[in-house]
């Protein structure tokens, strides 16, 4: 069975540009979820999508948005990108419901803004 | 305040011997579930072992133990045998809430991580 596949892998972009990150997850696996990591802040929250509606959604600008299609993948889109916007962005999917979902993450897009 | 923390920054251990990584977490829920990942520098969060808060046994999965104990609220992760390729940074998270039933809407909250160093 794959694993939760990311692309791509690495990106540089400069400042003010936008970025789209994608995210194919474990067939089956009808969630998806994105983190955000940075070394001072550690690994946070952005959104989760499940059955292509967003279902939670952390504390970031409104720049950071996403969505998710019929097959489950998901795309991340990160507007006017700023230099503290440079991270490894993880993906992670789960089955969507039961006691025992864990989630499984991709490799990450490791994005540099400069 | 923090909802979980991992208070070892970094630790060694020598090989073949067995090391705990600290994790203590903050709810009111009475139902979460907390959760190990390993990264190793590569990136990629490893999911290691979970534990429910209804569960009234210590999860076990190969190598790795998780010493829940409730009332302190902690979930140490027991790493025994240690082997070379358990360098990497572990994150403890908890996900909340917590449903036995039906989907639900959560996220997953992390640590800051311990890096584990081990020694030949």
């Known amino acids: 069975k794959a694993g939760v596949t990311q692309t791509p892998r690495y990106l540089i972009k400069t400042r003010g540009q936008q970025v789209t990150l994608s995210c194919s997850p474990i067939?089956?696996?009808?969630?998806v979820s994105w983190y955000q990591q940075t070394p001072g802040q550690g690994l946070q929250f952005l959104f989760e999508?499940?059955?292509?509606?967003?279902?939670n959604k952390g504390n970031f600008p409104g720049r950071f948005s996403g969505r998710q299609f019929s097959n489950s993948r998901s795309e991340m889109n990160v507007s006017t990108l700023e230099l503290g916007d440079s991270a490894l962005y993880l993906c992670?999917?789960?089955?969507?419901?039961?006691?025992?979902?864990?989630?499984?993450f991709g490799p990450g897009t490791r994005l540099t803004v400069t | 305040a923090q909802k979980i923390t991992q208070t070892q920054p970094g630790m060694f251990v020598q090989e073949k011997e067995a090391v705990t990584l600290d994790c203590t977490y903050d709810?009111?829920?009475?139902?979460?579930?907390l959760f190990w990942y390993k990264q190793p520098s590569s990136g990629e969060m490893i999911f290691l072992i979970y534990?429910?808060?209804?569960?009234?046994q210590n999860a076990t999965e190969g190598r790795y133990s998780l010493n829940f104990q409730k009332a302190r609220k902690s979930a140490n992760l027991v790493i025994s045998a240690s082997q070379l390729g358990d360098s990497a940074m572990y994150f403890c998270?908890?996900?909340?809430?917590?449903?036995?039933?039906?989907?639900?809407?959560?996220?997953?909250?992390f640590g800051k991580g311990t890096k584990l160093s081990v020694i030949p």
């Open positions: 992670a999917s789960s089955l969507g419901g039961g006691p025992r979902d864990e989630q499984y």
């Open positions: 067939s089956g696996h009808r969630s």
């Open positions: 709810t009111s829920d009475q139902s979460y579930g």
């Open positions: 998270a908890m996900r909340e809430p917590y449903a036995y039933s039906g989907a639900g809407s959560y996220q997953l909250t």
């Open positions: 534990q429910g808060s209804y569960d009234e």
């Open positions: 999508y499940f059955s292509e509606t967003q279902r």
